[in-house]
């Protein structure tokens, strides 16, 4: 599937040398342009479109495309690591983009200091027709006037089946072999909200409980843990993984397909632990006083083109929201669990909240966070 | 006073000193020090003192509550200084030998050997870092030799100490050695085989004759390399696995994850304070018993 | 010249091992240096469709995709955009101020010193997030003042915030050297009522350059390579080559930016010799002049 990509990948550059030569010339060439670009632009209609997202989180022909059929000629795609570094610059100030794509739980916050555009619904025909309504006024946006769905997905455990005879169902058996027999090859990811999935659920709370007595017992367990953790690792614990330096990983499923296409490591496998856990959805909005609104409406709605999000799908390997899209995601996709939850684990699944603020879940995480590895 | 040193307003030679000229030369660091860091600063203290506003940032208040917070966690503190002291002493050790030979033996090598040094370092950061994950891969790297070789399975350098500080030196070895060589390229070859003519052993002559020269490069670079490595987290979490939490993550952790911008500056003020206290004494220290002629050359 | 022959045979013992020594210990320090970047190189050709870390074969594709591609060959320019202006103007302004400084009184060098090494303590992130909100303010206040066109992020403010610890780099090199500097030529040069631009030019610059060329390099690698504060001063269109690695690292990072590197590597490198085979044939040229002048003093001595 990689592969395949790769070598459509290759075709298109070669096949169109011209509209990439383009791109050069506008992504960023002299100083000038920029400069001038994000002093105020002008108020013709927008040739441009400034997005701020995760790395390699568009399909590149779905930008092609975007330029071709509205006449973009300066598609400026900047990223960032991860969702706290778009949070703290547009705290402290920093303008000048269109989009971004924020995970929904920091769009409430967002809202609230202002830093979003309000949408008008009647400019995006795609996301009103084709956004499934179980994804529509949920708790991060109950009008669905400050964002439109991404792409959504789960935390839960990745591991190598050959070195598990008895792979982990529930964070309850997750506790057990790493105090026990995977003891030194666990990792988990380095962020706060999914790894306090595990204690919350394990002892059946709600992930984003802030209950004192609960997280009390939540450090409890973590605490049990910490001495058998190899690593804490959001980038590289597929690599750990795939050198079998860990058997089990804390995480997301991104890497899993990377994984699975090859056969040193096509025992890799995927699961939602059976107490529950978390679902998280990103997000497309709007930044307040975005330079090229005309352009940023017509990406919302573009994007929610169900040919258009269907590619994206299939890019990203990310369950899409739009339900006309899914009828034209291939099988594969469709069928693969780890992209796609089946209903009955959806049902455990719990959006997660912006719970940043609870100075004992903080207090937690960081003496977590010195503990590890003993 | 010392001999050559004129009184005030004069140069050497009795001419009077432009002060005009003198400002025109400290202006423009003068009013980047000014804009770019002082300002900033003046922002910290000011947040430190304030609260965590309802999403994250900073809501004006006045209150001391950040500072009492600073002593409940020494952990990453201490970590921090443990790894920046090894750090230092490992750049010491690495940088010393190299910076004199570069200086004193390396002839008209010398500045291909400089420029040679820095080149490594324009290739990126993280795919570096990335190369000693591959170098001490347990799997295929270093440490799947030794297991090979050892029959055994779990001898392992990532997630270490010791693989911290391969990247901490690695990664800060030019900020220890140009300062050295700058300043030991001034060193005479003939002073100091007049010491040992005069019949001073090798080590007499290196305290008394080299080490005085060497003393501002020494000094400074000690500071560039110990003074980053206290807030230097990238490396830990990469080739330490992330199981050391260092005070760079405690800063990342307070302005990213928790949003607390007034626990972040009154934990950075903290920071630069300790570390302000220590560079002076470490500079009193070092100069005590040096009287530093600051005659201009100019 | 009298001690040398009778004396001290214990001391001699150890000088060739000491110089062995050095030459080892150089040579090692340079394989150090640069095993890591062999790596690069070498994983540059791993025929892996995704991330760099894992062997998958010799490949090399990647030299291909680097070449035709313009977006990631725009963040390198956008990288030497900010790192060469940088590192040009902070040598600029750090020598003339390590120079000022020598003027200056005790207690506004004091300032200045204290102020250098607050630029070096200060933690990147905390820097970056103060300097932003910085810009931000002011950006604000420009637009309330002047009404409109309100100054955006960008190249500009990346430098600037760059041009700090760059500048202090700078002087810390520069005041080093100046420090070990014999004032006996310059004083002799002004007793003999030399003005004090040509001895400036003649007598201190060429002491100076070692540090002075030692500042530039470090600056400009330093701007090169920076992440932390580039991230939050950077707008629109100004991605340089380390924040798209670091963004990338989520999806996998793949041995483009290797291909990329050892492109930059061999071109390097290649300007390195070049440069070192011309100043060659130069210093031959000089030197026939000067073995020829030092062989007729010394057949007059």
Redesign the interface.
């Known amino acids: 599937m990689?592969?395949q990509?790769?070598d459509s990948y290759?075709k298109r550059?070669?096949a169109q040398?011209v509209s990439?030569?383009s791109?050069?010339a506008a992504?960023?060439?002299?100083?000038t342009?920029?400069?001038l670009?994000?002093?105020?632009g002008g108020a013709k209609a927008d040739t441009e479109l400034?997005v701020?997202n995760?790395?390699?989180?568009i399909a590149d022909d779905n930008i092609e495309e975007f330029k071709k059929r509205f006449g973009i000629t300066k598609f400026?795609y900047?990223?960032?690591?991860?969702n706290?570094?778009l949070?703290?610059?547009l705290?402290?100030?920093?303008?000048?983009?269109d989009i971004a794509a924020p995970t929904a739980e920091y769009v409430?916050?967002?809202v609230?200091?202002g830093f979003l555009e309000k949408l008008d619904l009647s400019k995006l025909p795609n996301v009103t027709k084709y956004i499934d309504p179980k994804f529509k006024g949920l708790w991060w946006d109950p009008t669905n006037e400050y964002q439109v769905p991404k792409d959504y997905g789960t935390t839960g455990i990745m591991y190598r089946s050959k070195n598990l005879p008895n792979p982990p169902t529930s964070w309850q058996d997750f506790y057990d072999l790493t105090t026990g027999s995977e003891s030194g090859k666990v990792v988990m990811v380095?962020s706060?909200g999914d790894v306090f999935v595990f204690p919350l659920k394990m002892l059946g709370y709600s992930l984003n409980s802030l209950d004192s007595g609960e997280l009390e017992e939540a450090r409890q367990i973590l605490l049990d843990v910490a001495p058998h953790?190899?690593?804490?690792?959001?980038?590289?614990y597929?690599?750990k993984l795939?050198?079998?330096?860990a058997s089990m990983v804390l995480g997301w499923t991104?890497?899993l397909l990377?994984l699975q296409d090859?056969e040193d490591t096509a025992d890799a496998a995927y699961v939602v632990p059976s107490e529950g856990s978390l679902f998280w959805m990103d997000t497309w909005v709007m930044i307040k006083d975005a330079p090229h609104k005309d352009a940023a409406y017509k990406w919302l709605d573009f994007i929610q083109d169900p040919a258009i999000q269907a590619i994206e799908t299939e890019y990203n390997y990310y369950a899409t929201c739009n339900t006309e899209a899914k009828k034209l995601v291939s099988q594969e996709v469709l069928d693969n669990p780890a992209v796609f939850p089946p209903d009955d684990v959806f049902v455990k699944l719990e959006g997660a909240e912006?719970t940043?603020?609870n100075n004992q879940r903080?207090d937690i995480?960081?003496?977590f966070?010195?503990k590890?590895?003993g | 006073m010392t001999a050559a040193a004129a009184p005030a307003g004069l140069a050497p030679g009795g001419r009077r000193r432009s002060a005009l000229l003198t400002g025109l030369l400290v202006l423009p660091a003068g009013l980047w020090y000014l804009v770019l860091l002082v300002a900033p600063l003046a922002i910290i203290v000011v947040f430190s003192f304030g609260v965590r506003a309802r999403n994250g940032g900073y809501e004006p208040a006045l209150v001391l509550d950040n500072y009492g917070a600073l002593l409940s966690r020494p952990e990453p503190f201490v970590n921090s200084l443990v790894m920046a002291v090894a750090g230092t002493i490992g750049c010491l050790a690495v940088g010393l030998p190299l910076a004199y030979y570069l200086a004193t033996r390396a002839g008209s090598r010398k500045n291909l050997l400089i420029l040679l040094l820095v080149i490594p370092f324009w290739t990126s950061f993280l795919i570096r870092t990335y190369s000693w994950l591959i170098i001490f891969n347990p799997d295929s790297g270093l440490a799947g030799i030794v297991n090979g070789l050892t029959g055994g399975d779990d001898f392992a350098i990532l997630g270490t100490p010791w693989a911290v500080l391969v990247g901490l030196v690695y990664g800060y070895l030019p900020l220890m050695v140009f300062p050295l060589y700058v300043t030991l390229e001034r060193l005479d070859r003939t002073l100091v085989e007049a010491s040992k003519d005069l019949g001073a052993g090798r080590w007499a002559t290196f305290r008394q004759v080299t080490l005085p020269i060497a003393l501002p490069g020494l000094v400074t670079g000690s500071i560039l390399v110990f003074i980053p490595m206290m807030g230097e987290y990238v490396i830990p979490a990469i080739l330490g696995y992330g199981r050391y939490y260092m005070m760079g993550n405690a800063l990342v952790s307070s302005f990213l994850e928790a949003r607390n911008w007034p626990a972040g500056s009154a934990r950075a003020v903290g920071l630069i304070a300790v570390m302000l206290v220590t560079v002076t004494f470490y500079l009193w220290f070092v100069s005590r018993g040096r009287r530093t002629r600051e005659t201009s050359v100019l | 010249m009298a001690a040398r022959g009778g004396g001290r045979p214990s001391i001699d013992r150890w000088g060739g091992f000491i110089e062995r020594y050095f030459r080892v210990h150089t040579g090692l320090v340079y394989a150090f240096l640069y095993l890591p970047i062999v790596i690069v190189v070498v994983f540059a050709f791993n025929a892996t469709d995704t991330r760099v870390t894992l062997w998958r074969g010799f490949s090399p594709k990647w030299f291909g995709i680097a070449l035709t591609d313009p977006v990631v060959q725009g963040y390198l320019i956008n990288s030497f955009i900010v790192a060469v202006p940088n590192a040009i103007l902070a040598t600029l302004f750090g020598t003339m101020a390590a120079l000022g400084l020598q003027r200056v009184g005790k207690r506004v060098r004091l300032a200045f010193d204290a102020l250098t090494y607050v630029s070096v303590i200060v933690p990147e992130i905390v820097i970056a997030l103060a300097t932003l909100v910085l810009f931000a303010t002011s950006f604000d206040a420009i637009e309330a003042f002047f009404g409109a066109g309100r100054p955006g992020f960008g190249f500009h403010t990346i430098i600037a915030a760059h041009m700090l610890f760059n500048i202090s780099l700078v002087l810390l090199l520069v005041r080093a050297r100046l420090s070990t500097m014999d004032r006996t030529h310059v004083e002799a040069s002004y007793d003999l009522f030399a003005p004090p631009w040509p001895t400036f030019r003649q007598i201190t610059l060429p002491q100076l350059l070692p540090a002075i060329m030692a500042g530039f390099l470090l600056s400009f690698t330093f701007s090169f390579d920076d992440y932390v504060i580039t991230t939050f001063t950077s707008g629109p269109g100004s991605t340089t080559i380390p924040l798209y690695i670091f963004g990338a690292i989520k999806r996998g990072v793949t041995p483009e930016t290797n291909a990329v590197a050892t492109m930059m590597l061999i071109l390097t490198l290649a300007l390195l010799a070049l440069g070192q085979w011309i100043l060659g044939r130069q210093s031959r040229r000089e030197r026939g002049r000067g073995e020829t002048m030092a062989g007729i003093i010394a057949e007059q001595a």
């Not at chain 1, 992504?27 to 100083?31: E, F, H, S, V």
């Not at chain 1, 670009?37 to 105020?40: E, Q, V």
């Not at chain 1, 995760?54 to 989180?57: K, N």
Request: net charge negative.
């Open positions: 990689a592969g990509d790769l290759l550059i070669a040398p990439r030569r791109f050069l992504a960023g060439l002299t100083g342009a920029a400069f670009a994000s002093c105020g400034f701020y995760w790395s390699a989180y400026v900047d990223t960032y690591a991860n706290e570094e949070i703290a610059k705290q402290g100030g920093a303008t000048g983009y409430p916050g967002m609230e200091e380095d706060m953790i190899l690593a804490l690792d959001s980038d590289l597929q690599d795939a050198t079998e330096e991104g890497p990377g090859n912006d940043s603020g903080l995480w960081e003496e966070k010195s590890i590895g």
